[in-house]
């Protein structure tokens, strides 16, 4: 029979990350970061519009489990927060997930909180069941799939890509950084036209354009030579872009692959897409993950298309309050 424990929560403090990276990392194996990964995700909270609350559970004076709350930058609502709670494997099932819960209802009780979001992987039934018996309720779902980088054979999608990109130019935002003082404003522009159209549970809010540079291009992972970029006129109008894994050295993560309203449906995204798994093959790189939401039908098709294999989904919850 498993003993119940009653955890000591305390504030995070800096000199957690360590600690709170290595229970993350023991809760997602197959999603191990680094500190400096966290330290940078965590930056993006100014405290002023965008707030982060993390807390600490231990038990006999070691780290076993965190949780917070924080908003959402790219569904920005003053009293809508995202809530996470990690356990660490060893300590799951003894009430210290349930213990933190409450502690961070208490906590947003002086943000009068709106709306609720959390995040469950499908292959955790224990963590759907602790959702779900709080009143969360599934509202999206994001499937995950990667790509074996090395049996891939772009041979059968030249044709179309070729076609798609006629007339453009194929750059990266290294190669602009140092060609067009206007670079970062026109991917910011471009950016957000496409990022408006990505299903989520809200509708879309842009970062501001120094919140972008730093959540994007301040990233210790983002490779500014694996952002693909299609070039019309003088104008981006597709994007794809790729960040490694401080953790992982063969695998590659990708972004957000997407083109501007009035160039879809040509195979431009095809067609950054061929560019990202080159990529991955020259650098040495076996695998690329990638995320797409189960409504993104057009990007879901590329990405079968291209041998992308569907692993287990991501389920976002939402529970109102």
């Given amino acids: 029979m498993t003993t119940l424990v009653t955890p000591q929560i305390r504030l995070f403090e800096d000199r957690d990350y360590p600690a709170t990276v290595a229970v993350g990392n023991a809760v997602y194996v197959d999603y191990p970061w680094s500190v400096d990964a966290a330290r940078h995700e965590d930056s993006r909270f100014d405290g002023i519009r965008l707030h982060?609350?993390?807390?600490?559970?231990?038990?006999?004076?070691?780290?076993?489990?965190?949780?917070?709350?924080h908003h959402v930058s790219n569904m920005y609502h003053p009293q809508k927060f995202w809530v996470a709670i990690s356990v660490h494997p060893e300590?799951?099932?003894?009430?210290?997930?349930?213990?933190?819960?409450?502690?961070?209802?208490?906590?947003?009780?002086?943000?009068?909180?709106?709306?609720?979001?959390?995040?469950?992987?499908?292959?955790?039934?224990?963590?759907?069941?602790?959702?779900?018996?709080?009143?969360?309720?599934e509202v999206r779902r994001?499937?995950?799939?990667?790509?074996?980088?090395?049996?891939?054979?772009?041979?059968?999608?030249?044709?179309?890509?070729?076609?798609?990109?006629?007339?453009?130019?194929i750059v990266t935002v290294a190669s602009e950084q140092a060609a067009d003082a206007q670079w970062l404003q026109k991917l910011y522009d471009m950016h957000n036209e496409v990022a408006a159209d990505v299903p989520q549970p809200e509708p879309y809010t842009p970062m501001t354009l120094d919140e972008f540079r730093r959540r994007w291009f301040d990233n210790p992972e983002y490779l500014p030579d694996g952002h693909f970029l299609?070039?019309?006129?003088?104008?981006y109008v597709a994007e794809s872009n790729l960040f490694r894994s401080i953790e992982l050295d063969r695998v590659l993560y990708q972004g957000i692959t997407g083109t501007a309203r009035a160039f879809r449906g040509r195979g431009i995204a095809l067609a950054l897409k061929l560019r990202t798994i080159e990529y991955a093959r020259v650098h040495g790189k076996h695998e690329i993950r990638t995320w797409n939401?189960?409504?993104?039908?057009?990007?879901?098709a590329i990405n079968t298309q291209l041998g992308f294999v569907r692993q287990p989904a991501w389920i976002t919850y939402e529970r109102t309050l």
Avoid: C
């Avoid at 772009?154 to 798609?164: L, S, T, V």
């Avoid at 299609?230 to 104008?235: L, S, T």
């Fill in 52 to 69: 982060l609350r993390r807390y600490i559970g231990e038990v006999d004076g070691r780290t076993v489990a965190d949780g917070e709350f």
């Fill in 91 to 137: 300590h799951q099932g003894r009430g210290i997930g349930r213990a933190l819960y409450d502690h961070l209802m208490r906590e947003l009780i002086p943000y009068r909180p709106l709306v609720l979001w959390a995040g469950v992987r499908e292959t955790f039934p224990s963590s759907i069941a602790f959702a779900e018996h709080r009143g969360f309720r």
């Fill in 142 to 169: 994001a499937w995950e799939s990667r790509l074996d980088v090395s049996h891939f054979d772009p041979a059968p999608f030249r044709a179309k890509a070729e076609a798609g990109v006629r007339g453009m130019e």
């Fill in 230 to 235: 299609a070039k019309h006129g003088g104008r």
């Fill in 293 to 300: 939401d189960t409504l993104n039908a057009p990007m879901l």
